[in-house]
């Protein structure tokens, strides 16, 4: 007998997490401010359970810190972003050394890489900060992906959260959009002809200059 696939439906748990996690990257939901089961679930319609759920990943991701008894958004300062900047240079590239190492990419992965890029520079020319900033995150998780390790996955999907979340907070996007954009597509021409070490440079030197542009 054959069983049909199901559809799986996001649960309320996983819905909540993903509004309580937009309101705080788009600063709807500002650092320090007080986040309690009974308020959030009022605003979201729905029982404390999925709430109390969303918040501990939310508290896994640091995006929500314990304070005393209870929980507050947390802040993001310069130097979690110089900490990051630190290990994102090291960490990174090695995304590129491992889609060589398993053989590179096929034309669909490539072409959901530019589309990503596209969209982004695209952001860039209408000046939508929050749409680019939704691509520059999207481009950097889907090439840990892509590398098909998962610890490495976790571990850009958190850092370039962190970045994220100040990009939004300080408000100075705009100055670099357009050399993001180029050095992304620098990377995929990398890719694209199969050139991992160049590849792995390129990302190594987008971080670098990601770094001096945020303190600049």
């Known amino acids: 007998m054959a069983l049909k696939n199901l559809k799986k439906q996001p649960s309320l ?20 401010e007080t986040l309690t089961e009974e308020a959030l679930a009022e605003m979201l319609g729905i029982s404390r359970t999925p709430i109390r759920a969303a918040l501990q990943r ?8 314990q304070q005393g008894k209870t929980l507050v958004v947390s802040d993001v300062t310069e130097q979690d972003v110089r900490d990051v900047n630190a290990v994102r240079v090291q960490l990174e590239p090695l995304s590129a050394r491992l889609i060589g190492q398993n053989g590179g990419l096929g034309a669909r992965q490539l072409e959901r890489l530019r589309q990503c890029n ?19 995150y999207a481009f950097h998780v889907m090439l840990a992906q892509l590398s098909g390790n ?15 979340r100040f990009h939004t907070l300080v408000g100075t996007l705009e100055r670099h ?10 990377i995929l021409d990398a890719l694209s002809a199969r050139d ?11 971080l670098q200059h990601v770094d001096e ?4």
């Open 13 to 32: 748990a996983d819905q909540a997490y993903e509004a309580i996690r937009a309101a705080i990257i788009s600063n709807q939901l500002t650092p320090g």
């Open 58 to 65: 939310l508290l896994y991701e640091e995006i929500v810190r």
């Open 118 to 136: 596209e969209k982004q520079c695209a952001a860039a020319e209408a000046g939508d900060g929050a749409a680019f900033l939704d691509q520059d």
């Open 150 to 164: 998962s610890f490495l996955v976790d571990l850009v999907e958190r850092s370039n959260l962190i970045v994220k």
């Open 177 to 186: 959009t357009t050399q993001a954009g180029n050095e992304h597509r620098e």
């Open 196 to 206: 991992y070490a160049r590849a792995e440079e390129a990302i190594r030197a987008h």
């Open 213 to 216: 542009r945020f303190f600049s």
